[in-house]
């Protein structure tokens, strides 16, 4: 048996897994994969995301605000968090907001990855061979 350790996330393409795409999972889930199957959210939630790549190469996870217009004048904003930790934030919406949002989304990754990193941490129990909490 092998597996990979993602402790720097991965990105993988299976139509079996892109069933699951757009959604945030927190029991075990198996999808079909290459010769054999994966699994995901086995140790607690999991966001299976779709990516896009900017204009610059980077690929990240990408938030489109719907539009408010009709509603408040808010106009859209898109906001993109690339895989290194920027973001950017563009259209004629509330930019203040979406700053905000990008803070709020930002700070519970670093949460979560330090957890999972840290000891008892998921992932440095799968990098060290043994099964997380």
């Known amino acids: 048996q092998s597996y990979v350790p993602n402790a720097q996330g991965g990105v993988y393409q299976s139509p079996s897994l892109s069933a699951y795409s757009g959604g ?8 079909a994969f290459a010769k054999g199957a994966g699994v995901f959210g086995e140790a607690g939630p999991e966001a299976i995301m779709p990516l896009t790549r900017a204009a610059n190469g980077s690929l990240g996870v990408r938030a489109i605000m719907p539009d408010t217009s009709t509603v408040n004048n808010g106009g859209n904003v898109y906001v993109t968090i690339n895989e290194n930790g920027t973001s950017s ?31 008892g941490g998921v992932l440095t129990a799968a990098r060290n061979g043994r099964r997380g909490r």
């Not at 934030?89 to 957890?115: C, H, M």
């Open 89 to 119: 934030i563009s259209g004629n919406g509330d930019q203040d907001f979406a700053r905000t949002f990008t803070k709020i989304i930002q700070e519970e990754y670093r949460k979560l990855r330090e957890k999972d990193l840290g000891q």
């Open 24 to 31: 945030v999972y927190s029991t075990p889930q198996l999808f």
